[in-house]
Structures are given as structure tokens and as C-alpha cells.
């Protein structure tokens, strides 16, 4: 059995990245401390962390480190078609039981995900015809991307992508609204990873979309509004839930805002919906909040 991963003293401006070596369990791994502006290429991992009652673990450096079950299901999906996979992750790449370096690292987030090469979220494993979902949101924005500046009404735009899945609308709706229900999207943290990230690729099981086409999906549908709904008989039994997309529509404004501009007021509106999984990640969040608008926004 090996031994409890020992966490060496991280230097400052330092950070650590790791890196998977191949698919077979456990997961061998190394993790290095590199000088944040010399790490090189690597992506970063937005995720829900999960209950820490259900823990998995990998090898890293010869040394057994524990993870939470869904960040072990996300590493062995998505490093699968990736290896090696460099990349960044809070819970891993974070000496979780050492206060002090949590805070410097938190204070260096917006450096660590605007430098990553790709944002990668992971939503979960599949499940509750997920795969069905993501498909059929890139159909409607094939659909959408042709006539999204002419002016039509939302009747006629909600039957436009009522018609792309037309033998099985009630299936279909409904697994869009449950992927949009996911615990990703009420967390607290995605605000900042979201924003920042140069690239950004959610990931579900096997199944993945690029955040361009989910935003511009979760425009046209804050567009129509419970149009979608009244415009089908067949999806009267759903329930339209605009905070379900708001989060999303919200994130879009924000990486759009110009630098001047402080959004601290988009910002605290977002995270009223959303959940930290502790009462400190919260405050840590904050702190963060507040150094990131000091430093990007506030200009003396």
C-alpha cells in the first residue's frame, strides 16, 4: 500500500500542475511546482467537488492521494483520449489542509484560468439522457446561428427548434432541462473560472460542447422564454425555470463587459444563486471577488 501523499512547501508565486501518465488504474501521476509565469501549456478543471464521504485515489509521485469520487470519474474520463494531461486542479494542486497557501493560491486564480489553454467542465457522468441533450442543443444551434439577427417572433422561433426533434420533443426537452439542473451550474466558484477561462469546453460522461454553441443556445432560449413550452402540447408537463438559464445568460454579459467597467454588481447578483460547498470557500470567493476588480477594473 502506498504512502499518504506529502504535500512538499510551495514557493511563492508558484503553483503546481499535474500531469496523468496513462489510462490505467490507478492513475499514475506526477505533480510539479512550477513559477506561475513558466508553466507552460496545461489545462485547468472546473468541477463540483462532491462528498468527500466517497473518495477514490491516484498515485502521484509513488505517494496514494485521495480525490473525491466525481473528481476521479473526471480525470478518468477526460485524460482518457488526452495522454499525458497537464492540468490545474484546486483539489489536487492545493495543499488543502495548509490555510495559508489556499489564500495566496486563491488570490492567483484569475492568473492560473486566464493562462490555461482550456477550461475544461466536468458536469458529471452521463445520465438522465445526457447524451441526447447535448446532441440535440447542437442541432438548434445550427439552427439558431442562420436566423439569430433576423427579427421573428418567439412563437415562430420556438417552433423553429421545437422541429428539429420533433419525434421525441418530450424526451429531449426534458433531458435539456435536467443537464441545466446539474450542480455545476449553481456553483458558487464556475463565476470566476467561467469568465476568465480563453477557451471553455463542458464535458458530460463521454459527450462534450464547446461554451460557444451552449451560450448560444442559452441566449435563444432566455430569448423565447416559457414560449418553448406553450408552443407543444407535448411539453406542457415540463416546468420552465428561468433562474435554470439566467446563470449562464449572466456569465455571457459579464465576459463581454469592457475593462473599465467594474461588474461588481453582476457579479454579487450571480453569486446570491450560487452555493460554495463551505461557508469559508465563501468567504474566500469574496476575497477574491474583491482583489480581481481591484486589480482589472479599478484603474488610479
Known amino acids: 500500500m502506498a504512502t499518504a501523499y506529502y504535500f512538499k512547501t510551495l514557493a511563492h508565486e508558484h503553483i503546481r500542475v499535474l500531469t496523468i501518465a496513462g489510462p490505467d488504474l ?5 505533480l510539479i511546482h512550477v513559477p506561475i509565469e513558466d508553466a507552460g501549456e496545461y489545462d485547468a478543471l472546473s468541477y463540483v467537488w462532491g462528498s ?8 502521484c509521485d509513488g505517494q496514494r492521494l485521495d480525490v473525491t469520487s466525481n473528481l476521479h470519474d473526471a480525470l478518468c474520463h ?3 483520449n488526452r495522454m499525458p494531461w497537464t492540468v490545474w486542479i484546486d483539489g489536487v494542486c492545493i495543499d488543502q489542509q495548509n490555510d495559508e497557501e489556499k489564500a495566496r493560491q486563491v488570490g492567483r ?4 484560468y486566464s493562462s ?8 458529471g457522468l452521463a445520465g438522465d439522457e445526457s447524451d441526447l ?10 439552427v439558431i446561428e442562420p436566423v439569430k439577427f433576423q427579427i421573428i417572433s418567439k412563437r415562430d422561433f420556438s417552433h423553429l427548434l421545437l422541429s428539429t426533434h420533433q419525434g ?32 471553455l469546453t463542458l464535458i458530460c ?32 408537463s415540463l416546468q420552465y425555470d428561468q433562474l435554470m438559464f439566467q446563470g449562464i445568460g449572466q456569465i455571457n454579459h459579464i465576459k463581454r463587459w469592457p475593462q473599465k467597467q467594474a461588474p461588481l454588481l453582476g457579479l454579487l447578483s450571480i453569486a446570491r444563486q450560487r452555493q460554495a460547498t463551505d461557508p469559508a470557500g465563501s468567504s474566500l470567493w469574496h476575497a477574491w471577488t474583491c482583489q480581481w476588480i481591484r486589480s482589472k477594473f479599478i484603474h488610479y
Open 26 to 30: 490507478p492513475l499514475q501521476c506526477t
Open 52 to 59: 468527500s464521504d466517497r473518495t477514490e485515489f491516484i498515485i
Open 78 to 80: 477526460i485524460s482518457k
Open 109 to 112: 486564480m484569475d492568473t492560473i
Open 116 to 123: 490555461a489553454r482550456c477550461v475544461r467542465v466536468w458536469l
Open 133 to 142: 441533450a447535448i446532441q440535440a442543443i447542437e442541432d438548434m444551434v445550427q
Open 168 to 199: 421525441n420533443a418530450l424526451t429531449t426537452w426534458s433531458s435539456i432541462f435536467k443537464l441545466y439542473y446539474r450542480p455545476w451550474f449553481r456553483r458558487l466558484w464556475i463565476i470566476q473560472e467561467a469568465v476568465l477561462a480563453r477557451e
Open 205 to 236: 460522461g463521454d459527450k462534450q460542447i464547446s461554451w460557444d454553441s451552449f451560450k448560444t443556445f442559452t441566449d435563444a432560449i432566455m430569448t423565447i422564454g416559457p414560449s418553448i413550452i406553450s408552443a407543444s402540447p407535448i411539453l406542457y
